[in-house]
């Protein structure tokens, strides 16, 4: 299978560039601002701004929407770790809503469900590159007054009804980390339309300080958490792979859901006109009995980067250790959470990540092809 990342001499022209002028920090070069006003084009938002990870893209987009201690701030179980811990960061508590099984996607229903006096915050997750309900939560964040946050770390590109996801809500992150679909080894970016949360994040992210304003002229506490220009030239570059490389995966993923849906004991996500471009960041498919065979088989066959997925964050002891270190403190309840749906998908989910959608057709077909033997075998 193809490697990952992709690039060539265009990085490299790049990277040598910015060597060569001797500006490395985006203090004094403007790389980095560059590729905010590029991705931010990309993603359809007023406002892009970098910084070193995916992570703590979520935690200040979380402070600079005000959430802080003792806030409760609604989340997937289903998802990768930092959109929880992200909320512990800030001291918030992470409140788990359940998922739909279909879909993987955290559930409207559930969410709502889950609101109390204290949520503050919904983080959204546009899990697999799958633009999430948007219409839904936005609605749900309007009738609770919640800032409604995209966590788009695995969605680069990916448009709900005709918009790129990130700026439908109020404000959204991105990872550029190593296994996304754009990436500089590490990095991210939060982008929002929002005027007034777009000069706060700048804050968070340079030291406090104000967009013109003077080196110590430090308004507000904030972090440095700047990107440097070498990963800027590098995702500035990556960025213009990015279509062509999307085109490629769409196509192989839509191979594989042709080959797979029509299968007894698989289940593929359902179609929704609603998601107008899939971030194609993994393939996820559930195999109810056949999960352990499959992913035997396609490890055997050289596919060893076929996961069984997450580890539901509701089950997870450090996650839980902290939130209700929080609750104690403040003699606040820890609402336990309930997902069903949760447990259940994450004893029968396998994923290709984004990788095994770069093969040809021959190999794409050969994927569906072991996976399909095996779990008819299993059957
Ligand atoms: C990768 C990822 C993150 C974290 O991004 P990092 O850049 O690795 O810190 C957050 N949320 C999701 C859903 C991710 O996949």
Not at 124 to 131: D, E, I, Q
Request: net charge negative.
């Amino acid at each position: 299978m193809p490697e990952w990342p992709e690039y060539g001499d265009d990085e490299a022209k790049a990277l040598l560039e910015v060597l060569n002028s001797g500006n490395w920090g985006s203090t004094s070069g403007d790389v980095v601002a560059t590729f905010e006003r590029e991705f931010a084009e990309y993603q359809e938002a007023g406002h892009a701004i970098c910084l070193v990870n995916g992570t703590l893209a979520i935690a200040i987009a979380l402070r600079a929407a005000g959430v802080g201690i003792g806030d409760e701030v609604i989340v997937p179980p289903y998802t990768f770790i930092a959109t929880a811990s992200a909320a512990l960061f800030v001291g918030a508590v992470p409140v788990f809503a359940d998922i739909d099984p279909d879909t993987h996607l955290l559930d409207p229903v559930a969410t709502e469900a889950a609101v109390t006096e204290r949520t503050k915050a919904v983080v959204v997750v546009h899990l697999a590159g799958r633009p999430a309900d948007m219409d839904a939560f936005n609605a749900l964040g309007a009738r609770h007054g919640l800032t409604v946050i995209e966590d788009a770390a695995q969605a680069h590109g990916a448009a709900y009804k005709g918009r790129p996801v990130g700026a439908i809500g109020d404000v959204g992150t991105f990872s550029f980390q190593s296994s996304k679909n754009i990436t500089a080894g590490e990095g991210g970016a939060v982008v929002t339309d929002d005027d007034k949360l777009a000069s706060a994040l700048y804050s968070l992210v340079n030291v406090g300080r104000v967009p013109g304003g003077g080196w110590y002229q430090h308004e507000t506490v904030g972090y440095n958490l700047r990107l440097t220009e070498f990963q800027a030239a590098i995702l500035r570059v990556q960025l213009r792979r990015h279509p062509r490389l999307q085109e490629l995966r769409e196509r192989n993923a839509r191979l594989l859901t042709d080959l797979l849906s029509e299968v007894d004991g698989i289940q593929v996500a359902p179609e929704d006109p609603a998601i107008t471009a899939h971030g194609r960041h993994l393939f996820m498919l559930r195999i109810p009995g056949g999960r352990e065979a499959v992913l035997e088989s396609l490890t055997a066959a050289g596919l060893t980067r076929v996961s069984p997925g997450y580890v539901p964050l509701h089950r997870n002891a450090a996650v839980l250790r902290d939130a209700k270190a929080i609750t104690t403190r403040l003699g606040q309840p820890y609402p336990e959470a309930n997902c069903p749906n949760a447990d259940q998908v994450s004893t029968d989910t396998i994923w290709l990540p984004q990788t095994y959608l770069l093969g040809t057709e021959a190999q794409t077909q050969a994927i569906a092809t072991a996976i399909t033997a095996t779990a008819n075998a299993a059957d």
